[in-house]
């Protein structure tokens, strides 16, 4: 007997009628289809890898494949960028498993132990300083089989090998240990992917028995760094085996590394993505209720074919050709005119000007009163998307709707730009922080890097020295946040349309970048400008002489190095590291004495810094003298292990560290601190000067194996 014919649901018919307005993509859809209907031994892809510019349709296009698949009775899950970790991925991708009716079971019940445990520890006020921190960072770095077993404690540490469990990592290990106690809850804490990941592959197995699968992970461009090298140890089957009914579909601006994925190219499908057709386009259109042929052409004409932006001009259905008014005009003055609200009209304009959204950035906007209601209008939206650290307008539409603003309402530009300087600035101030520990904190840099962009965007010409004398600041302090300094006036520039910001923000990007490239002469140009320019002021001088003197070294001009460090030496006499790195110019000259001295006048100025004592040991070797350099580096030792005893996490310390006990002759230990830093997560500029700093070495030493196969492993981690 034939059962009943079930009745639609209305979410059956909302689906289908969503399905039944997609237009376009029918090559990639059709492969997809194609191969989703093949047994799995029979299907030619497992990967699924869609890739194109911002507002091309690719999370739409996923949308698309995830509603194929469910009609094909696939289970289907979806993780993006809101996720920052893999135990995150892996716990958004079960909760909507689970809300399908196919709850993992076993991964489900240990990653509720998992976020309540690292909850309860990173809010512990009596947790030892820099844990929490240490938690997050480990947790987003951390790659399958990274850990290693405490011999004889049966508790783990993550990233460090036997002779990295010291110090503050070991006073870690056993704050975890003895504030849990159950030792697989302690393994759990401090190994969660290597824990978790496993269990979900074995709950995704039982679940493959009844049902195809399909997991999809979108915005790949900001998940790669910490899912790349799961994905790869994944594949190649280190935690378990894989359904063979699974398929991945995975979506970002690029695509998947071909030499990172190599091993399973002739598994992946890779769909690049233009814009629409005409022809693609006018169908939309034509779905959304849009048939006059002059506003068809018109949105055409504006959207230049791009998905989000004919989605955009389609949202109010515009049909008649007084609403389109000059073809000419830009796509933001015919979005603005399709939308009635006067006060929704003026934020979708206004709020293009931040560079992340959330409630009180909409009321700095538009005041306290309508805050609410205008934010929740404006997520909506279709160029306005969840990003993790709140909401953001997608590049493509926020970048015309910025032109836009600048062009019609300038006053309105300047007048909201120094508005939001004024809200970050005062956020930043209430964090209450000193000079010396500002400049570290992510908080008060994100803050800054707020601030240095609306000043600029509020007055590009009034701000620029300003911009300019605190990018050598920051220069001073972190390497790494002047990078991002440089990229924010890059921004400014290009927003502004203002030559003299955007051509500063180019050269201030490309010299740093031609620096780790080491194509020097690049890098000699920048700070060669900077030096030349007027409003760089005499604190600052030195620092721009310290970084060409310091190029000029690596360049093997050692003469127009010594001019550098000469002249910053004479604007700052009591410069410690200045005087320094003159002596190590002199030493790589083979001018020993003028080294030593040096050497001697840095420590007298400074005693505490422990390179001082590394770089005059260096010059004793050279003089035969290695009683005295015995000694040096054996305090240059001390000086650097207190530091890392207080905080591991430096990784600049660490290199240090490695390299005066490979200039001692304590090979093993050198060896221990290279790993540490490496299994850390050291950042790659802090490794580029490591491997600089080995350069100098071996230029004093050339035979030394083992500082050449320290630098030959630094290196290949800068490869990969």
């Known amino acids: 007997m034939t059962p009943p014919k079930k009745s639609k649901s209305l979410q059956d018919i909302l689906k289908q009628r969503s399905q039944s307005t997609f237009v376009g993509r029918e090559e990639q859809i059709a492969l997809f289809r194609q191969n989703m209907a093949r047994s799995p031994e029979l299907r030619d892809y497992f990967i699924f890898n869609v890739w194109g510019q911002g507002g091309v349709g690719k999370s739409t296009l996923l949308r698309q494949f995830r509603k194929l698949a469910e009609d094909a009775q696939f289970a289907t899950a979806l993780t993006s960028d809101v996720e920052t970790s893999v135990p995150e991925a892996l716990g958004r991708l079960?909760?909507?498993?689970?809300?399908?009716?196919?709850?993992?079971?076993?991964?489900?019940?240990?990653?509720?132990?998992?976020?309540?445990?690292?909850?309860?520890?990173?809010?512990?006020?009596?947790?030892?300083?820099?844990?929490?921190?240490?938690?997050?960072?480990?947790?987003?770095?951390?790659?399958?089989?990274?850990?290693?077993?405490?011999?004889?404690?049966?508790?783990?540490?993550?990233?460090?090998?036997?002779?990295?469990?010291?110090?503050?990592?070991?006073?870690?290990?056993?704050?975890?240990?003895?504030?849990?106690?159950?030792?697989?809850?302690?393994?759990?804490?401090?190994?969660?992917?290597?824990?978790?990941?496993?269990?979900?592959?074995?709950?995704?197995?039982?679940?493959?028995?009844?049902?195809?699968?399909?997991?999809?992970?979108?915005?790949?461009?900001?998940?790669?760094?910490?899912?790349?090298?799961?994905?790869?140890?994944?594949?190649?089957?280190?935690?378990?085996?894989?359904?063979?009914?699974?398929?991945?579909?995975?979506?970002?601006?690029?695509?998947?590394?071909?030499?990172?994925?190599?091993?399973?190219?002739?598994?992946i499908a890779r769909l690049p993505l233009n814009p629409f057709t005409e022809e693609e386009a006018t169908q939309f259109l034509t779905r959304k209720g849009i048939t006059n042929p002059q506003v068809i052409n018109v949105i055409l004409r504006l959207s230049g074919c791009l998905p989000l932006l004919v989605a955009t001009l389609a949202a109010e259905s515009p049909n008649d050709p007084a609403q389109i008014g000059d073809p000419s005009g830009t796509a933001v003055e015919r979005f603005l005119k399709w939308v009635d609200d006067p006060k929704r009209r003026q934020l979708a304009l206004d709020a293009a000007l931040p560079r992340t959204l959330n409630r009180d950035v909409i009321a700095v906007l538009q005041g306290e009163d309508t805050a609410d209601e205008l934010f929740a209008w404006l997520r909506t939206m279709p160029f306005v998307e969840e990003r993790s650290d709140g909401w953001a307008y997608h590049d493509i539409a926020r970048s015309q709707m910025l032109r836009h603003k600048r062009r019609t309402s300038p006053q309105s530009w300047a007048d909201l730009h120094g508005k939001l300087a004024d809200y970050y600035d005062n956020l930043r101030t209430s964090l209450r922080l000193d000079e010396k520990h500002q400049w570290k904190d992510d908080t008060w840099q994100t803050y800054s890097l707020h601030i240095l962009y609306h000043r600029l965007c509020q007055a590009p010409q009034r701000q620029l020295p300003l911009a300019l004398n605190e990018f050598l600041a920051a220069l001073k302090e972190t390497r790494k946040f002047a990078q991002r300094w440089a990229e924010n006036i890059l921004d400014a520039g290009k927003n502004t349309d203002c030559a003299e910001v955007l051509r500063w923000g180019e050269q201030l990007v490309e010299g740093l970048t031609a620096y780790d490239d080491k194509c020097y002469e690049t890098t000699v140009e920048l700070f060669t400008a900077l030096l030349n320019d007027s409003s760089i002021t005499i604190q600052w001088q030195p620092i721009a002489l310290s970084w060409r003197g310091q190029t000029y070294r690596l360049m093997k001009r050692y003469e127009a190095a010594l001019q550098d460090f000469d002249r910053e030496i004479e604007l700052d006499p009591k410069d410690a590291w200045a005087i320094a790195r003159r002596g190590i110019t002199y030493g790589l000259m083979k001018r020993d004495q003028g080294a030593l001295a040096d050497f001697d006048q840095a420590i007298e100025l400074d005693s505490n810094k422990d390179w001082g004592y590394y770089d005059r040991a260096l010059a004793y070797q050279a003089l035969n003298q290695p009683d005295r350099a015995k000694a040096d580096l054996d305090h240059a030792i001390q000086l650097a292990q207190q530091e890392y005893d207080e905080n591991p996490e430096d990784h600049r310390n660490s290199f240090n560290l490695a390299l005066y006990h490979l200039a001692a002759g304590t090979n093993q230990q050198s060896w221990r601190f290279y790993r540490d830093a490496l299994n850390r997560g050291a950042p790659l500029s802090s490794i580029q000067t490591a491997v600089r700093d080995l350069e100098d070495f071996l230029c004093l030493f050339p035979g030394h194996e083992w500082a050449a196969k320290a630098k030959t492993t630094l290196e290949k981690r800068l490869e990969t």
Request: aromatic share 10%.
């Open 94 to 267: 079960a909760d909507q498993l689970d809300q399908q009716g196919h709850k993992l079971n076993q991964f489900s019940e240990r990653y509720k132990v998992y976020r309540q445990k690292k909850q309860e520890l990173e809010s512990d006020p009596d947790a030892p300083q820099g844990f929490s921190a240490f938690m997050r960072k480990a947790i987003a770095k951390a790659s399958l089989g990274a850990a290693k077993q405490i011999p004889g404690s049966g508790a783990v540490t993550p990233f460090l090998d036997e002779d990295a469990i010291s110090s503050q990592a070991g006073e870690w290990a056993s704050y975890v240990a003895k504030r849990i106690g159950n030792k697989d809850e302690v393994r759990l804490v401090q190994e969660p992917i290597e824990t978790l990941t496993p269990l979900f592959l074995q709950d995704l197995c039982k679940l493959a028995e009844q049902k195809n699968l399909l997991l999809i992970f979108d915005v790949y461009e900001r998940t790669s760094p910490f899912l790349d090298g799961w994905f790869g140890e994944l594949l190649e089957g280190l935690p378990g085996d894989l359904p063979a009914n699974l398929m991945l579909a995975i979506a970002g601006r690029d695509e998947l590394d071909k030499n990172r994925w190599a091993d399973w190219e002739g598994a």
